[in-house]
C-alpha cells in the first residue's frame, strides 16, 4: 500500500483517532479464513488504485494487514490510504473546491444527512456484494449511499480484583457506592455518552433515553450530581480508562469496548457489562466524483464479505454490521463483539438523526447538549 497524509490533522470535540489508534494492537493475529481469491478475480477483478480514507495508527495498520492486502491480492487493484482524525472537513472542502482527490471516506452518522443532502457520494452498488454479505448486514446498515462500517460502544468496564464475589451489572450499580465501593471513571469528552449513563441509572428504560430533551437532560445532570464527588478522574483519550483499570487506580470505569478485548484476552483481571452500553457506528461512503468510483465499489463489496469483515474486526478490535462474520471468528472473542446479537440487544443506540438536527437558537441537538455538558464539568 502507498500512503497518503492529507496534513490537516484537526481534531474535532473527540478525535476519532484517539478512540481506535492502538486497537490493532489490542488483538493478537486472526485467524480468518483467506479471502476466496477467485471469487474476488470474478466479480471484483480490475486494475489501477482506490484511494480510501482511515483513522491512521495501528487501526490502519490493520486494515492493511487484514483488509488491503487481501483485496489487491484478489483484485489486482492497490489501496492508497490516507489518514486523519476526521474526514468531514477534508470532504466538504474538496465538495467546495470542485476537486474530489480521495474515493472512500468514514462519516459520522450526525454529520451524514447533510452531506447526504448536498449530494457528495454516490449510490453503492449491492449487486457486487455476494449473498452471504446481504443476507447478514441488515438493512439499517446498508443505506443507499452509505454502509455501516463499524461499530463503538461504551460499556462499564470493572475490576475483578476490586469486586472477587461479582461486579456492578448495569449503571444503577456504578452510582451505587455503598454496595460496590471504590474510585470510579468516567468519559470527560463527549457529554452525550455520560449523560445516557445517568439516565439509565435514574431507572429511565432503553427505549425512553432518546431523544435527549431538555427535562432528561436536568434529570441527567442532578443525577451526576451524586457521582461527580466519586469519580477520580474523568479520562480523555480511549485507552486510557482501560489502563486505569489494569494499575487498579479505578476500579470500574465507561470504557471502549474495542479498548477492552486484547487485555481481556490476555488474562487481564477485567471485566464488563454489555447493560446499557452507548452504541453508534460511522458510515462508509463512496465520494461523487473521486478518481475511482469503480475500484471504490469493488472495495466496499470485498470488505463486507463475512471473512473479510472478521479480518476487519479482528484487526482493528471493532466489528462491521455482517453477523455471518461470526462464523469465521474465535470462540472467545464473539462474546466481546457488539456485532453478538445478544450483547447488541443491551445497547441503547445512538439517535444521531436527531443530533444532526437544529435548534430555534440555530445550534444542532448535538451542540446544546455538549455545551451544556462542558458547563456541568467546569462548575
Not at 297 to 310: D, L, W
Not at 334 to 340: C, F, G, K, Q, R
Request: glycine share 8%.
Amino acid at each position: 500500500m502507498t500512503k497518503r497524509d492529507p496534513g490537516d490533522r484537526s481534531v474535532c470535540v473527540l478525535s476519532r483517532r484517539s478512540v481506535v489508534q492502538s486497537a490493532a494492537a489490542l488483538l493478537g493475529a486472526p485467524l480468518v479464513a483467506k479471502a476466496t481469491t477467485a471469487w474476488g478475480q470474478e466479480k471484483l477483478a480490475g486494475s489501477g488504485e482506490v484511494v480510501a480514507f482511515s483513522w491512521g495508527g495501528s487501526y490502519t495498520d490493520g486494515l492493511r494487514r487484514f483488509v488491503y492486502e487481501p483485496f489487491t491480492k484478489a483484485t489486482g487493484i492497490k489501496v492508497i490510504d490516507v489518514t486523519a482524525d476526521n474526514a468531514e472537513p477534508q470532504v466538504k472542502a474538496m465538495n467546495q473546491a470542485g476537486r474530489i482527490d480521495w474515493d472512500i471516506a468514514y462519516i459520522q452518522r450526525q454529520n451524514y444527512p447533510a452531506m447526504h443532502q448536498d449530494g457528495m457520494f454516490v449510490p453503492i452498488d449491492y449487486s457486487l456484494w455476494d449473498q452471504e454479505a446481504l443476507e447478514g448486514t441488515p438493512p439499517h446498515a446498508r443505506l443507499e449511499d452509505a454502509v455501516v462500517i463499524n461499530q463503538f460502544a461504551e460499556v462499564l468496564a470493572y475490576d475483578q480484583r476490586a469486586f472477587p464475589k461479582g461486579g456492578p451489572q448495569n449503571w444503577a450499580d456504578f452510582w451505587d457506592v455503598s454496595k460496590f465501593p471504590g474510585p470510579r471513571g468516567l468519559e470527560a469528552v463527549l457529554g452525550r455518552h455520560t449523560i445516557q449513563f445517568a439516565l439509565l441509572a435514574a431507572g429511565l428504560a432503553h427505549n425512553d433515553i432518546w431523544p435527549l430533551t431538555d427535562d432528561k437532560l436536568d434529570s441527567a445532570f442532578q443525577k451526576l450530581n451524586e457521582i461527580k464527588p466519586h469519580i477520580t478522574k474523568w479520562w480523555s483519550a480511549g485507552g486510557e480508562s482501560t489502563q486505569l483499570l489494569i494499575n487498579r487506580e479505578y476500579a470500574m470505569t465507561a470504557a471502549f469496548d474495542g479498548r477492552l478485548v486484547r487485555p481481556i484476552r490476555d488474562g487481564a483481571p477485567i471485566k464488563f457489562v454489555w447493560e446499557g452500553a452507548y452504541l453508534s457506528y460511522p458510515y462508509l461512503t463512496v465520494l461523487k466524483g473521486g478518481p475511482n468510483t469503480a475500484n471504490a465499489q469493488k472495495f466496499v463489496a470485498f470488505a463486507n464479505r463475512a471473512e473479510i469483515a472478521a479480518g476487519w474486526t479482528q484487526g482493528t478490535g471493532y466489528p462491521g454490521p455482517n453477523k455471518n462474520q461470526l462464523k469465521y471468528l474465535p470462540a472467545d472473542l464473539i462474546p466481546l463483539l457488539s456485532v453478538n446479537p445478544e450483547n447488541a440487544s443491551k445497547c441503547v443506540l445512538e439517535d444521531s438523526a436527531w443530533l444532526a438536527v437544529k435548534r430555534s437558537d440555530g445550534k444542532t441537538n448535538g451542540e446544546h447538549i455538549q455545551e451544556r455538558w462542558l458547563a456541568w464539568r467546569a462548575r
